[in-house]
């Protein structure tokens, strides 16, 4: 009964022992697979980049629909207050809202030509950094294996991204920049 007992034991342990085996092979395989983890990695960084845009996009428009928001409600103020000054009153409301209007046109195209200088700036300051990135990736990527070598290649042939953080933040400045502005002359 011993050799029975004995048999039966190392072929138990032989089994456990193929179980344990075939699970060390599982794990040391997916360890290895670069490519599935560099797609891996590429689709987190592509997530991250779509969600960053709808990002940009809805603070963007919720910066646009506060500026109009702002300009209406001035506008409807002006025009109440103008409605109900007297003939003489208007008049004088009249000369001065030909200056008012001169050196808000003035103001305009100066805040204009800001944005418009913030919005170069920061796009020149895009597309160096995408060379930056690019010479850096090409630079880093000299020794790496092709399947690491796809993330740093997706973000230098989609730099769209990059270039709407930086002209959003640009918008977004000299939103800033003009309200502070604004307060500080009241």
Known sequence: MTDRTTAAELRRQIAETRSQLGHTVEELAAKTDLRGRARARAADLRDRAGAMTVQLRSTAAQAGHTVQ????????????????????????????????????????????????????????????????????????????????????????????????AAVAGAVLLTAGVMGRRRAARR
């Open 69 to 164: 928001e702002k300009a209406g409600r001035a506008t409807h103020t002006v025009q109440s207050r103008a409605g109900r000054a007297t003939h003489a009153v208007q008049d004088g409301a009249g000369r001065a809202g030909h200056t008012v209007q001169e050196k808000a046109g003035l103001a305009g195209h100066a805040v204009q030509s800001r944005a418009r200088e913030a919005a170069l700036t920061a796009q020149d300051k895009a597309v160096h950094a995408r060379h930056g990135l690019q010479e850096t990736t090409s630079r880093a990527g000299r020794g790496m294996p092709e399947a690491m070598r796809a993330p740093a290649r997706f973000a230098r042939q989609h730099p769209r991204p990059m270039i709407v």
